[in-house]
């Protein structure tokens, strides 16, 4: 690489949960850099998450957290040209790499739900993932088999 890497900046923590995951995922799910609607869409989704949740012991942020772990890939798959022909490699991901992209996951797939507002596809895409089911869920098990199935081609490693 020519140029040095960039800096990591700082997050400031959310301010109702005081957690730097969320304030991460609100800056995912922005557009045109419209903060606070995509704060008031996530608080929101956390809220109807607590109304319709069937565990009584943990909180809606708690159930985000952990649709968030069921959501992310623990390896993927890369191309590598060797000899003229492309291989898929699976490759271990980073841990803030697999943070992103579950984030990434989640709100895509949210967004291509059909409920009535984005706050009422997010809630609906979070209970699901929680439940280790929903588009986001089925997306890491693909990666997996894809990863599973390339196996054989883990020694062209980088």
């Not at 957690?19 to 557009?31: A, E, G, I, K």
């Not at 009584?56 to 069921?70: H, Q, R």
């Not at 993927?76 to 990434?104: L, N």
Request: hydrophobic fraction near 40%; aromatic fraction near 8%.
């Amino acid at each position: 690489m020519r140029k040095r890497q960039a800096k990591k900046r700082p997050l400031l923590p959310d301010p109702k949960f005081n957690d730097q995951l969320v304030t991460r995922f609100v800056n995912m799910m922005m557009w045109d850099g419209k903060k606070s609607v995509a704060f008031k869409i996530f608080y929101d989704a956390i809220d109807i998450v607590e109304q319709k949740k069937q565990d009584e012991e943990k909180s809606g942020l708690e159930i985000w957290k952990d649709a968030l772990s069921n959501v992310m890939p623990h390896v993927e798959v890369r191309s590598r040209r060797v000899g003229g022909a492309t291989f898929q490699i699976p490759m271990q991901i980073r841990p803030d790499r697999k943070v992103s992209t579950a984030m990434k996951w989640l709100i895509s797939f949210a967004r291509k739900r059909n409920e009535k507002s984005m706050a009422g596809k997010l809630s609906a895409e979070i209970l699901a993932a929680a439940k280790e089911e929903g588009a986001a869920v089925k997306r890491r098990v693909d990666t997996h088999k894809m990863a599973e199935a390339n196996k054989a081609f883990s020694h062209f490693r980088f």
